[in-house]
């Protein structure tokens, strides 16, 4: 059933929300990252420069914990970052999934028509958009990214006493 749907299903629809993305700044050294952030709960975080709008690339937690137990603590994200891809909130999980097999990434960004930050978009939630179940790991503390920005949402809209 998902196999016929996932040409309906938007990057939108699956992606985790920029509001609820983890990321790291181009300067942060490996050691701050490691001191601030562990364990890292994810494998690829973004790295921006100013803001979200200006995401530079990728870094793999596999890195940042490799260049640690070398010895390289004073090495900073941008200089271990890999390129990232970005795709449109309106590409299909079917178009995605082609995309990520020809491109061999893990992960694209989500970006919108105005060059706005929307989220991020992995192998994994195309994956589990196809099979209609969650794929879910010792390392992962949220289950649904989606999920949680709602209700990040929620709190903010009831503090703020928005309708």
Do not use: C
């Amino acid at each position: 059933k998902n196999l016929l749907t996932l040409d309906k299903i938007l990057a939108e629809d699956v992606m985790t929300p920029s509001t609820v993305m983890m990321t790291f700044h181009k300067s942060d050294t490996i050691e701050k990252v490691i001191q601030e952030n562990s364990p890292i709960p994810f494998s690829r975080i973004p790295i921006i420069d100013n803001d979200l709008d200006d995401i530079i690339g990728v870094v793999y937690r596999s890195k940042i914990l490799e260049m640690s137990s070398d010895g390289n603590s004073e090495v900073k994200m941008d200089e271990i970052a890999s390129k990232l891809s970005t795709v449109s909130p309106e590409d299909s999980v079917a178009t995605l999934l082609e995309e990520f097999l020809k491109k061999r990434e893990h992960v694209f960004l989500v970006v919108d028509e105005y060059g706005t930050t929307q989220g991020i978009i992995t192998l994994e939630d195309a994956v589990e958009t196809l099979l209609g179940a969650e794929i879910v790991d010792e390392s992962d503390s949220v289950e649904d990214m989606r999920q949680l920005a709602r209700e990040l949402w929620e709190k903010r809209r009831k503090r703020k006493r928005l309708v």
